[in-house]
Protein backbone atom coordinates (compact mmCIF):
# COMPACT_ATOMS: atom_id res chain seq x y z
CA UNK A 1 0.00 0.00 0.00
CA UNK A 2 1.62 3.10 -0.92
CA UNK A 3 0.28 5.71 1.36
CA UNK A 4 1.44 3.46 3.69
CA UNK A 5 4.87 3.14 2.60
CA UNK A 6 5.31 6.69 1.95
CA UNK A 7 4.28 7.36 5.51
CA UNK A 8 6.87 5.26 6.92
CA UNK A 9 9.64 6.42 4.74
CA UNK A 10 8.69 10.14 5.74
CA UNK A 11 8.23 9.22 9.37
CA UNK A 12 9.37 5.31 10.21
CA UNK A 13 12.63 5.53 12.45
CA UNK A 14 14.86 2.72 12.21
CA UNK A 15 16.72 1.58 15.68
CA UNK A 16 19.27 -0.80 16.73
CA UNK A 17 17.82 -4.00 17.03
CA UNK A 18 15.50 -4.38 13.61
CA UNK A 19 13.12 -2.41 15.41
CA UNK A 20 11.10 0.23 13.66
CA UNK A 21 9.40 3.35 15.09
CA UNK A 22 5.99 4.42 13.96
CA UNK A 23 5.18 6.17 16.85
CA UNK A 24 4.25 9.09 14.96
CA UNK A 25 1.59 7.47 12.71
CA UNK A 26 0.67 4.04 14.75
CA UNK A 27 2.02 3.49 17.96
CA UNK A 28 1.69 6.62 20.31
CA UNK A 29 0.11 9.27 18.43
CA UNK A 30 -2.74 7.62 15.85
CA UNK A 31 -3.13 8.70 12.23
CA UNK A 32 -6.95 8.08 12.06
CA UNK A 33 -7.07 9.31 7.96
CA UNK A 34 -4.23 6.46 7.51
CA UNK A 35 -5.64 4.08 9.71
CA UNK A 36 -8.90 4.30 7.65
CA UNK A 37 -7.33 3.98 4.24
CA UNK A 38 -5.73 0.56 5.79
CA UNK A 39 -9.28 -0.42 6.77
CA UNK A 40 -10.83 -0.15 3.24
CA UNK A 41 -8.02 -1.88 1.87
CA UNK A 42 -7.99 -4.44 4.43
CA UNK A 43 -11.42 -5.09 3.28
CA UNK A 44 -10.87 -5.00 -0.54
CA UNK A 45 -8.42 -7.79 0.63
CA UNK A 46 -10.53 -9.93 2.97
CA UNK A 47 -14.03 -8.97 1.98
CA UNK A 48 -14.69 -11.87 0.35
CA UNK A 49 -14.50 -13.85 3.17
CA UNK A 50 -17.28 -14.89 5.64
CA UNK A 51 -15.62 -12.56 8.54
CA UNK A 52 -18.16 -12.32 11.95
CA UNK A 53 -15.40 -11.51 14.12
CA UNK A 54 -12.04 -9.65 14.07
CA UNK A 55 -9.39 -10.87 17.02
CA UNK A 56 -6.25 -8.79 17.24
CA UNK A 57 -3.75 -7.90 20.66
CA UNK A 58 -3.69 -5.10 22.99
CA UNK A 59 -2.66 -2.17 22.58
CA UNK A 60 -1.73 -0.75 18.73
CA UNK A 61 -3.88 -3.56 17.14
CA UNK A 62 -7.04 -1.95 18.55
CA UNK A 63 -6.77 1.30 16.70
CA UNK A 64 -6.28 -0.34 13.45
CA UNK A 65 -9.08 -3.45 14.05
CA UNK A 66 -11.25 -0.93 15.25
CA UNK A 67 -11.25 1.24 11.92
CA UNK A 68 -11.07 -2.12 10.07
CA UNK A 69 -14.30 -3.20 11.37
CA UNK A 70 -16.40 -0.45 10.47
CA UNK A 71 -16.23 -2.01 6.97
CA UNK A 72 -16.74 -5.55 8.18
CA UNK A 73 -19.77 -4.41 10.02
CA UNK A 74 -18.26 -6.64 13.16
CA UNK A 75 -17.63 -6.98 16.42
CA UNK A 76 -13.60 -6.56 17.21
CA UNK A 77 -12.44 -8.80 20.45
CA UNK A 78 -8.53 -7.77 21.58
CA UNK A 79 -6.51 -10.23 23.47
CA UNK A 80 -5.79 -8.79 26.85
CA UNK A 81 -2.19 -8.63 28.09
CA UNK A 82 -1.85 -10.11 31.60
CA UNK A 83 0.60 -9.69 34.40
CA UNK A 84 -0.30 -13.08 35.88
CA UNK A 85 -3.09 -15.29 34.56
CA UNK A 86 -5.71 -16.56 36.61
CA UNK A 87 -6.30 -20.22 35.41
CA UNK A 88 -10.34 -20.39 35.93
CA UNK A 89 -11.29 -22.08 32.75
CA UNK A 90 -13.01 -19.02 31.80
CA UNK A 91 -10.46 -17.52 29.15
CA UNK A 92 -8.14 -19.20 26.73
CA UNK A 93 -4.63 -18.03 27.01
CA UNK A 94 -1.81 -18.41 25.52
CA UNK A 95 2.02 -16.98 26.22
CA UNK A 96 3.86 -14.85 23.71
CA UNK A 97 7.53 -13.58 23.25
CA UNK A 98 7.77 -10.09 22.88
CA UNK A 99 10.14 -9.31 19.66
CA UNK A 100 10.59 -5.76 21.04
CA UNK A 101 10.75 -6.21 24.88
CA UNK A 102 12.11 -9.58 25.10
CA UNK A 103 9.93 -11.32 27.41
CA UNK A 104 7.53 -13.82 27.67
CA UNK A 105 4.03 -12.44 28.65
CA UNK A 106 0.26 -14.31 28.81
CA UNK A 107 -2.65 -13.03 26.90
CA UNK A 108 -5.97 -13.65 27.56
CA UNK A 109 -9.58 -13.87 25.87
CA UNK A 110 -12.99 -14.77 27.62
CA UNK A 111 -14.34 -17.70 26.13
CA UNK A 112 -17.33 -15.41 25.78
CA UNK A 113 -16.28 -14.11 22.85
CA UNK A 114 -14.58 -16.85 21.02
CA UNK A 115 -16.76 -20.15 19.56
CA UNK A 116 -16.61 -22.37 17.17
CA UNK A 117 -19.11 -20.47 14.92
CA UNK A 118 -16.25 -17.56 14.15
CA UNK A 119 -15.03 -16.83 11.58
CA UNK A 120 -11.99 -14.79 12.28
CA UNK A 121 -9.68 -12.28 10.56
CA UNK A 122 -6.86 -11.45 12.81
CA UNK A 123 -5.53 -7.80 12.46
CA UNK A 124 -2.11 -6.36 14.09
CA UNK A 125 0.23 -3.86 13.77
CA UNK A 126 3.70 -5.46 13.24
CA UNK A 127 4.80 -9.12 11.70
CA UNK A 128 8.30 -10.05 13.03
CA UNK A 129 9.18 -13.61 14.10
CA UNK A 130 5.16 -14.43 14.40
CA UNK A 131 4.59 -15.11 17.83
CA UNK A 132 1.73 -13.20 19.24
CA UNK A 133 0.33 -14.73 15.78
CA UNK A 134 0.94 -17.67 16.38
CA UNK A 135 -0.71 -17.25 20.19
CA UNK A 136 -3.59 -15.40 18.49
CA UNK A 137 -4.12 -18.29 16.24
CA UNK A 138 -3.78 -20.77 19.11
CA UNK A 139 -6.09 -19.28 21.16
CA UNK A 140 -8.50 -19.08 18.12
CA UNK A 141 -8.01 -23.32 17.99
CA UNK A 142 -8.27 -23.53 21.40
CA UNK A 143 -12.02 -22.26 20.83
CA UNK A 144 -12.60 -24.24 17.54
CA UNK A 145 -13.08 -21.22 15.46
CA UNK A 146 -11.81 -20.47 11.92
CA UNK A 147 -9.05 -18.77 11.10
CA UNK A 148 -10.11 -16.51 7.57
CA UNK A 149 -7.28 -14.21 7.17
CA UNK A 150 -4.61 -12.85 8.61
CA UNK A 151 -4.04 -8.70 8.17
CA UNK A 152 -1.08 -7.12 9.25
CA UNK A 153 0.10 -3.23 8.76
CA UNK A 154 3.80 -3.44 8.61
CA UNK A 155 5.75 -7.08 8.02
CA UNK A 156 9.28 -6.69 8.37
CA UNK A 157 9.99 -9.45 5.81
CA UNK A 158 13.55 -9.98 6.62
CA UNK A 159 11.94 -11.81 10.05
CA UNK A 160 10.60 -15.02 9.74
CA UNK A 161 7.08 -14.98 10.82
CA UNK A 162 5.38 -14.28 7.69
CA UNK A 163 7.19 -17.13 5.58
CA UNK A 164 6.22 -19.79 8.49
CA UNK A 165 2.62 -18.22 8.63
CA UNK A 166 2.22 -18.53 4.62
CA UNK A 167 4.30 -21.89 4.66
CA UNK A 168 1.18 -23.36 6.79
CA UNK A 169 -1.28 -22.22 4.25
CA UNK A 170 -2.89 -19.32 6.19
CA UNK A 171 -3.90 -16.37 3.84
CA UNK A 172 -1.79 -13.26 5.09
CA UNK A 173 -1.86 -9.84 3.70
CA UNK A 174 0.92 -7.31 5.12
CA UNK A 175 -0.05 -3.55 3.63
CA UNK A 176 3.56 -2.96 4.05
CA UNK A 177 6.37 -5.17 3.76
CA UNK A 178 10.25 -3.87 4.75
CA UNK A 179 12.69 -6.10 3.19
CA UNK A 180 15.93 -4.38 4.33
CA UNK A 181 16.26 -1.34 6.93
CA UNK A 182 19.27 0.15 7.99
CA UNK A 183 19.84 1.57 11.52
CA UNK A 184 22.68 3.58 10.24
CA UNK A 185 21.52 5.58 7.15
CA UNK A 186 17.66 4.90 7.79
CA UNK A 187 17.36 3.38 4.87
CA UNK A 188 14.17 1.25 3.95
CA UNK A 189 13.58 -0.93 1.38
CA UNK A 190 10.19 -1.99 0.85
CA UNK A 191 8.71 -5.72 -1.31
CA UNK A 192 7.29 -4.01 -4.52
P1 LIG B 1 6.33 -11.05 16.49
O1 LIG B 1 5.48 -11.68 17.54
O2 LIG B 1 5.83 -11.30 15.08
O3 LIG B 1 7.80 -11.40 16.64
O4 LIG B 1 6.29 -9.48 16.73
C1 LIG B 1 5.09 -8.82 16.53
C2 LIG B 1 4.74 -7.93 17.69
O5 LIG B 1 5.91 -7.31 18.21
C3 LIG B 1 3.81 -6.84 17.21
O6 LIG B 1 2.56 -7.01 17.82
C4 LIG B 1 4.46 -5.55 17.66
O7 LIG B 1 3.80 -5.07 18.81
C5 LIG B 1 5.86 -5.90 18.06
N1 LIG B 1 6.88 -5.55 17.05
C6 LIG B 1 7.71 -6.41 16.41
N2 LIG B 1 8.59 -5.77 15.65
C7 LIG B 1 8.33 -4.46 15.79
C8 LIG B 1 8.93 -3.27 15.24
O8 LIG B 1 9.89 -3.29 14.46
N3 LIG B 1 8.38 -2.09 15.61
C9 LIG B 1 7.32 -2.02 16.46
N4 LIG B 1 6.85 -0.80 16.74
N5 LIG B 1 6.73 -3.10 17.00
C10 LIG B 1 7.24 -4.32 16.67
Redo the contacts with the bound molecule.
Keep these: MQLLQDRIRKDGIVKAG?????DNFL?HQVDIDLLNEMGKEFYRLFGDLPINKILT?EA??IAIASITAQYFHVPVVFAKKAQSINLDGESYTAK?E???HKRVYDVIVSKKYLSPEDHILII??????????EGLIGIINAAGATVEGIGIAIE?GF?N?GAEIRARGLRLESLAIVDKMDCETGEITFRT
Design positions: NVLKVNISGISFTDDFLANGKALKQG
